[in-house]
């Protein structure tokens, strides 16, 4: 009886309007800062503008002036293929092996500064202004209405980094 | 560096990287050769450095062909000693690579392998002899680490790192500009001029954020900044206020981010990165280290690195650390000169003191004893 009585009530729009949005889940929340914050650490956003170019001889003329002689043959020598398989270490690969030879503190893991005692401070992810709002859907922070639908035109939902 | 019997002085910095400009279809820069590129717009790098640590050794080979070749030094290793600074808690097996590449492959006489920030101390401890302990800020390009030094030794278990530098900064300034006004994402090489003439560390951080939000004359933080072209400039300026704008020209409004940027070295949870800020992170070092160190480390923080040279960086850790620290201890930061080549100053004055030969490994000694002898001299 109460049920029926609930489904013809009237509502408002903007009530409505709330209950059919998405809000995304912590998780989904948690990796998109893991990706802006791995965004922050690239080297490069734009293509490498040299990347379908084969370079035929990869030293540049004026290196060859002074390597002509014994120096350069000796580099020859030592540049195996054990050099390389030892030097192509990825900044994890080399945090995994820290992790796994058990050195004992302090080393590189221990280093870090543990989390700030204080809270954190909030600001508009749209003007860079303290901000007093969130997002419903996604979390991030809005000083204004103004931001609010620049921020939902723009990212919210949208953004996929 | 210094040569067998003369000592030739001269400090040359060489970027740490290959860059390929947008309009050079063949040509790499490596190093200090892009000082003959023309056109630094969208320039893409290959840095052999990833969060700090060396992990590309093709490209840092590169470097250090052309830096050791008769473009920039003209080095005779063979006859060489070499200084080598590697960061703090530098991986095993970089350490060993190091070795074998100096010794093996460039054949230096005898090298030291080293902190910068060991180096700064040293210099630090011969100007200032009667400081017992200083507490180094290395404010760097991946990272930021806090090192307490007591009678020239680093406590390495008091040692700590923050994970902001000056490339975060860049990339959140790029960020950021690409959101709200102009699409900067390739431009690193440009945002990063903008970012080191207009940024600064605010001392009254929600004081200057109140001034940012008035309009017109009010609000004396906003700039206007003109954008290199690279065919009428080649470097972007400010834009001084009585100006009218010529066609060809570009400008970034910087506003709030011209403090909110630099802002994230003391609050890096403002971007999500759950760790202190410089200061907090300094008294908190501090703090870790025994009773009777830590006044001397409050009246001796040195600042060193290239963020260090943000105007208002040295006040604002002098006034953060001061509201953190007792009463009853002094608190004195300094900041060099130059905070960046610090610690190759201090290098050049290790290379001239007594006890230098002692601390340096010798090709001769490598090739005897091999890694062991580097592990048991150098402290890296």
Not at chain 1, 13 to 40: H, M, P
Not at chain 2, 235 to 247: F, I, M, S, V
Not at chain 2, 251 to 277: C, K, W, Y
Request: a positive charge.
């Amino acid at each position: 009886m109460a049920v029926v009585q609930e489904q013809t009530k009237r509502e408002s729009g903007r009530i409505k309007d709330v209950n059919q949005k998405r809000v995304l889940d912590s998780y989904t929340r948690a990796k998109r800062l893991r990706k802006q914050l791995e965004a922050l650490e690239q080297d490069n956003f734009q293509e490498d503008p040299q990347a379908n170019l084969v370079i035929p001889n990869k030293r540049l003329p004026q290196f060859d002036s002074n390597e002509g002689s014994n120096p350069a043959k000796k580099k020859k020598k030592t540049r195996g293929d054990h050099f390389k398989q030892r030097f192509r270490k990825t900044f994890n690969m080399l945090v995994e092996e820290e992790q796994l030879s058990m050195q004992e503190p302090p080393n590189y893991l221990t280093a870090c500064i543990p989390p700030s005692k204080t809270p954190d401070r909030k600001f508009c992810a749209v003007c860079g202004f303290p901000s007093n709002y969130t997002c419903v859907s996604c979390g991030a922070r809005y000083c204004c209405v103004k931001c609010l639908g620049t921020h939902q035109d723009t990212r919210c939902l949208k953004w996929t980094v | 560096m210094r040569d067998g019997k003369v000592a030739i002085i001269f400090k040359r910095l060489v970027p740490n990287c290959i860059m390929k400009a947008k309009n050079e279809r063949r040509k790499q820069y490596i190093g200090s050769q892009i000082d003959d590129c023309k056109d630094l717009s969208g320039i893409f790098y290959l840095l052999p450095f990833q969060k700090g640590y060396l992990v590309n050794w093709d490209v840092q080979r590169q470097v250090w062909e052309h830096t050791f070749g008769k473009d920039v030094m003209n080095l005779e290793p063979e006859d060489t000693n070499a200084i080598i600074a590697e960061p703090y808690f530098d991986f095993s097996s970089i350490q060993e690579a190091m070795n074998e590449i100096y010794f093996e492959e460039y054949n230096f006489k005898a090298i030291l392998r080293t902190n910068a920030g060991t180096l700064s101390a040293f210099k630090n401890r011969q100007e200032e002899p009667n400081q017992l302990c200083c507490l180094l800020v290395d404010c760097g390009y991946s990272f930021t680490h806090i090192a307490p030094y007591y009678n020239g030794k680093k406590v390495g278990s008091a040692i700590r790192r923050v994970n902001i530098g000056g490339k975060v900064l860049t990339n959140h300034l790029k960020e950021i500009i690409s959101y709200r006004q102009l699409h900067v994402m390739d431009e690193t090489y440009v945002m990063n001029q903008v970012k080191e003439d207009v940024c600064y560390v605010s001392l009254d951080f929600f004081g200057d954020m109140k001034i940012a939000k008035l309009k017109g004359q009010e609000n004396t933080i906003v700039r206007d900044y003109i954008l290199p072209d690279f065919s009428h400039s080649k470097r972007g300026y400010l834009k001084q206020d009585d100006t009218k704008l010529k066609p060809h020209e570009q400008t970034v409004r910087m506003n709030n981010e011209r403090f909110a940027v630099p802002e994230i070295l003391f609050h890096p949870s403002d971007i999500g990165i759950q760790e202190m800020g410089v200061s907090e992170a300094i008294v908190h070092v501090i703090n870790n280290c025994p009773t009777d160190m830590r006044p001397h480390l409050f009246k001796n923080i040195l600042l060193t690195g290239g963020n260090a040279m943000f105007p208002g960086f040295k006040e604002r850790v002098e006034s953060d650390v001061r509201s953190m620290a007792p009463a009853l201890y002094d608190v004195r930061v300094t900041k060099p000169v130059n905070p960046i080549t610090h610690a190759w100053e201090g290098g050049k004055l290790l290379s001239t003191s007594k006890n230098f030969s002692s601390l340096m490994v010798t090709r001769d000694e490598y090739n005897e004893h091999g890694h062991s002898i580097c592990w048991e001299k150098f402290d890296v």
